[in-house]
T-cell receptor
């Protein structure tokens, strides 16, 4: 079983739609949680950190449920520019902050 | 620019050749990571350096893979006797501080290796 699992998609949504991505992780010692965005043939870039209290950045809302080992990302009012692969990422204590990535969920926003 | 740079950006190798991939981290960044990203997958950790010390090489897939960072800045990932399964994008990332608190890792553009 992979340490971080995501629905690979693709999610094809129209502009303006709300879309939600889910992710589960298997290591209960996981310490930090993130969503990264990766455009086609580009490097991953940090989208946002994820906290148990939930956090919001504009149209993006991330949530962490430690008890269920579950992470989510909600994108409201989708834009064409949101088309990308969204990577769920965790680190764990004692791991030198190496990033453990899910396989990614592809999002395609169409007009 | 001030970001992480990698060279070459693209490398085609014949099976059995040795290759060397270079990473220039952001100046002053203590931590340096190498990741391997196969097509359609997320990046997978290969190895970690804190300055010149290689503290974690648990992700290196075989003894054909070797990494170094002799002066604590530039790093080289070397793959000997390349195989087709080595075809992937090799990503380098650096962050300012080591330790348990998270410091954002900044990624380079990657080297796309194709082994024929």
């Amino acid at each position: 079983r992979k340490e971080v699992e995501q629905d690979p998609g693709p999610f094809n949504v129209p502009e303006g739609a709300t879309v939600a991505f889910n992710c589960t992780y298997s290591n209960s010692a996981s310490q930090s949680f993130f969503w990264y965005r990766q455009d086609c043939r580009k490097e991953p870039k940090l989208l946002m950190s994820v906290y148990s209290s939930g956090n919001e950045d504009g149209r993006f809302t991330a949530q962490l449920n430690r008890a269920s080992q579950y992470i989510s990302l909600l994108i409201r009012d989708s834009k064409l520019s949101d088309s990308a692969t969204y990577l769920c990422v965790v680190t764990f204590s004692g791991g030198y902050n190496k990033l453990i990535f899910g396989a990614g969920t592809r999002l395609a926003v169409h007009p | 620019g001030a970001g992480v740079s990698q060279s070459p950006r693209y490398k085609v190798a014949k099976r059995g050749q040795d290759v060397a991939l270079r990473c220039d981290p952001i100046s002053g960044h203590v931590s340096l990571f190498w990741y391997q990203q196969a097509l359609g997958q997320g990046p997978e950790f290969l190895t970690y350096f804190q300055n010149e010390a290689q503290l974690d090489k648990s992700g290196l897939p075989s003894d054909r893979f070797f990494a170094e960072r002799p002066e604590g800045s530039v790093s080289t990932l070397k793959i000997q006797r390349t195989q087709q399964e080595d075809s992937a994008v090799y990503l380098c990332a650096s962050s300012f501080l080591p330790g348990q608190g998270y410091n954002e890792q900044f990624f380079g553009p990657g080297t796309r290796l194709t082994v024929l």
